[in-house]
């Protein structure tokens, strides 16, 4: 018997979410904040697609590696206010692309210290956010 009425207690929870009302959060703010207020765009899937994030790329050819494997390098920064992307010292981010051996682009972050000088890959906060953000921009 028990059994039967979590049955019908989960299956009546799992309904009523179902026919919620669109506008939840509306309600829940009492009508300060609604989806669709002015100024509010609902954007379907293939807009979607084309947002891109927080992070900007500033070309900086200075820091492009010219030998073996060349590869096209942009600051990463979060903002025009903040370049620093939570590294410390003066470090900044510079992500790269290359053409690899086998003719695909690859992409890769590297930390640079203040004085310019490569510091080794980084992979810290937002490692995987800025590589995505890179690949839907076509950089």
């Known amino acids: 018997m028990l059994k039967i009425f979590k049955v019908a207690l989960l299956s009546a929870v799992v309904v009523a979410g179902l026919s919620a009302n669109d506008n939840l959060l509306s309600k829940v703010t009492n009508g300060v904040v609604a989806d669709n207020a002015t100024g509010v765009k609902m954007l379907n899937d ?10 900007y790329f500033d070309r900086k050819p200075q820091f492009d590696h010219r030998g073996y494997m060349p590869s096209v390098a ?3 920064r979060e903002g025009y206010s903040d370049p620093k992307l939570s590294v410390t010292n003066g470090d900044f ?8 051996t086998n003719g695909r ?7 640079y210290r203040g004085d310019n000088q490569p510091a080794g890959a980084y992979a810290g906060v937002g490692a995987g956010k800025i590589l995505d953000d890179m690949k ?3 950089l």
């Open 46 to 55: 293939g807009e979607m697609n084309q947002v891109v994030g927080g992070y």
């Open 74 to 76: 942009y600051i990463v």
């Open 93 to 100: 981010v510079v992500a790269k692309v290359r053409i690899g």
């Open 105 to 111: 682009k690859q992409y890769y972050l590297q930390l």
């Open 136 to 138: 839907k921009m076509g």
